[in-house]
């Protein structure tokens, strides 16, 4: 088999104005999508660390020690500790698994770390296409004021 050519780049300067006004349009479409993406997965790294700090907090508590127990984001019920040393941990799909609470912060920071790379490549990736649509924008505007100039002297 021969060896595959690497795809030769479009010259941005090469394409008509329609081409660079669609192509415009799905680099928005591509940063919002990106931005949002990396929202959600910061939102699922601030769970992860809520979650890991109750999880240290418990750690720290004392069996029969009174404590208020979230059901939801705004609703508590009072408790008492019954065991400090394990926990169930969610580990997704409906499956939970029995962790010490030190096993259970390790897993919490393993995810937080494992979601932050991913921000950080998204992020990576939103500047690459935030400077993309830089350059397409300033020759989809030097393409118009030419075709504009040219139209007047006509």
Not at 52 to 63: C, R, Y
């Given at each position: ?58 750690a720290a508590s004392k069996t029969g020690q009174s404590i208020m127990m979230p ?19 969610d580990i997704g799909t409906g499956y939970y698994v029995e962790m010490t609470t ?35 924008q300033s020759i989809l505007q030097e393409k118009i004021m030419a075709a504009q ?6």
């Amino acid at each position: 088999m021969p060896p595959k050519e690497a795809a030769e780049p479009i010259r941005l300067e090469s394409l008509a104005p329609q081409q660079l006004a669609e192509l415009r349009a799905n680099l928005n479409n591509e940063i919002q999508r990106l931005s949002e993406g990396a929202a959600a997965l910061a939102r699922a790294a601030g769970t992860f660390n809520t979650s890991k700090k109750s999880v240290e907090q418990l750690a720290a508590s004392k069996t029969g020690q009174s404590i208020m127990m979230p059901l939801t984001s705004s609703l508590y019920v009072s408790g008492e500790v019954d065991d400090v040393e394990k926990v169930l941990v969610d580990i997704g799909t409906g499956y939970y698994v029995e962790m010490t609470t030190a096993d259970a912060a390790k897993y919490y920071e393993r995810r937080i770390k494992v979601l932050q790379e991913n921000i950080n490549t998204i992020h990576s990736t939103l500047r690459e296409r935030q400077n993309v649509l830089i350059q397409v924008q300033s020759i989809l505007q030097e393409k118009i004021m030419a075709a504009q100039a040219a139209s007047s002297r006509a």
